[in-house]
Nanobody, 126 residues
Framework: QVQLVESGGGLVQAGGSLRLSCAAS????????MGWFRQAPGKEREFVAA????????YYADSVKGRFTISGDNAKNTVFLQMHSLKPEDTAVYYC???????????????????WGQGTQVTVSS
């Protein structure tokens, strides 16, 4: 099992920036693709971005492409989500997750991720 702890959420005005962090620990955490998801009130949890530790490849949802950047720091056991040009529709609880499969594929479905953090709230005011 991989343990994940998110931080960095908060309240920001539209057009602002935030950086979320996800500290990972546990058995072979660095072998898994890491993903960020978000869930707004009354909506399903949705994919935001994914990062592969082995080769640094990334994949983004269309709604955040060009505004968000996912990255990892192996020495700090941490995955980051840098968010720029935030919009009110980005308001949600953001979750970090570790992929269920060690296959190097950047999965995008909730069911493909096995371990989840507790979430961190991001609120963007208009």
């Amino acid at each position: 099992q991989v343990q994940l702890v998110e931080s960095g959420g908060g309240l920001v005005q539209a057009g602002g920036s935030l950086r979320l962090s996800c500290a990972a620990s546990g058995r072979t955490w660095s072998r898994y693709t890491m993903g960020w998801f978000r869930q707004a009130p009354g909506k399903e949890r949705e994919f935001v971005a994914a990062f592969n530790w082995s080769d640094g490849t990334t994949y983004y949802a269309d709604s955040v492409k060009g505004r968000f950047t996912i990255s990892g720091d192996n020495a700090k056991n941490t995955v980051f989500l840098q968010m720029h040009s935030l919009k009110p529709e980005d308001t949600a609880v953001y979750y970090c997750a570790a992929d269920r499969f060690i296959d190097g594929i950047l999965h995008t479905r909730v069911s493909q991720y096995a371990d989840w953090g507790q979430g961190t709230q991001v609120t963007v005011s208009s």
